[in-house]
Antibody, heavy 120, light 107 residues
Framework: EVQLVESGGGLIQPGGSLRLSCAAS????????MAWVRQAPGKGLEWVSI???????YYADSVKGRFTISRDNSMNTVYLQMNSLRAEDTAVYFC??????????????WGQGTRVTVSS | DIQMTQSPSTLSASVGDRVTITCRAS??????LAWYQQKPGKAPKLLIY???SLESGAPPRFSGSGSGTEFTLTISSLQPDDFATYYC?????????FGQGAKVEIK
């Protein structure tokens, strides 16, 4: 079955670090463009980061310098390392796969999400 | 950053109604616009990409149109499963941005 399963969320104090994982099955993450999108409680969707198959990465300004997207091809897993966490990073974090076939940016496969709460 | 504004933010409709949601971009995004459906507690689901291309598996009652700065999502005949929140997203330039959402409620 083709799916994404996120893990690693939880309650963390401001200034702390957390690493989210997104385990893929049914396809190869290294051959796809993989992204993280978040949703604060009761709010809309916010794109966070993208990892291209060639290794290029892009980030939203709100997380640039604090978050790092990466992958482990042997584990077929994508990660989001989150440092210097702030209250405004509180959200459900979704992992998503670009649909491919040309222009990057539309996501056809999503995980169920993992909740991150930044609070003292 | 490109701002995406959806209207209306909420709409009440009945099963069988034709429903249209508009998405406006603060600058041109060409046709690089996607539409997603999201239900409470669930992940978004891709409906439309490149403004008017129907994603595989999405019901044909969903259609998209537009280019540049103005786009529409139309549901030709609203079904019970369609009551949800809909988001547009531009992917013409970084940072990719979403609209604030349009909630379709039961009238």
């Amino acid at each position: 079955e083709v799916q994404l399963v996120e893990s690693g969320g939880g309650l963390i104090q401001p200034g702390g670090s957390l690493r989210l994982s997104c385990a893929a099955s049914g396809f190869v993450v290294g051959s796809n463009y993989m992204a993280w999108v978040r949703q604060a409680p009761g709010k809309g969707l916010e794109w966070v980061s993208i990892l291209y198959s060639d290794g290029r990465t892009y980030y939203a300004d709100s997380v640039k310098g604090r978050f790092t997207i990466s992958r482990d091809n042997s584990m077929n897993t994508v990660y989001l390392q989150m440092n210097s966490l702030r209250a405004e990073d509180t959200a459900v974090y979704f992992c998503a796969r670009d649909r491919g076939n040309g222009i990057v940016g539309a996501f056809d496969l999503w995980g169920q999400g993992t909740r991150v709460t930044v609070s003292s | 950053d490109i701002q995406m504004t959806q209207s209306p933010s909420t709409l009440s409709a009945s099963v069988g109604d034709r429903v249209t949601i508009t998405c406006r971009a603060s600058q041109s995004v060409s046709r690089l616009l996607a539409w997603y459906q999201q239900k409470p507690g669930k992940a978004p689901k891709l409906l439309i990409y490149k403004a008017s291309s129907l994603e595989s598996g999405a019901p044909p009652r969903f259609s998209g149109s537009g280019s540049g700065t103005e786009f529409t999502l139309t549901i030709s005949s609203l079904q019970p499963d369609d009551f949800a929140t809909y988001y547009c997203q531009q992917y013409n330039s970084y940072p990719w941005t979403f609209g604030q959402g349009a909630k379709v409620e039961i009238k």
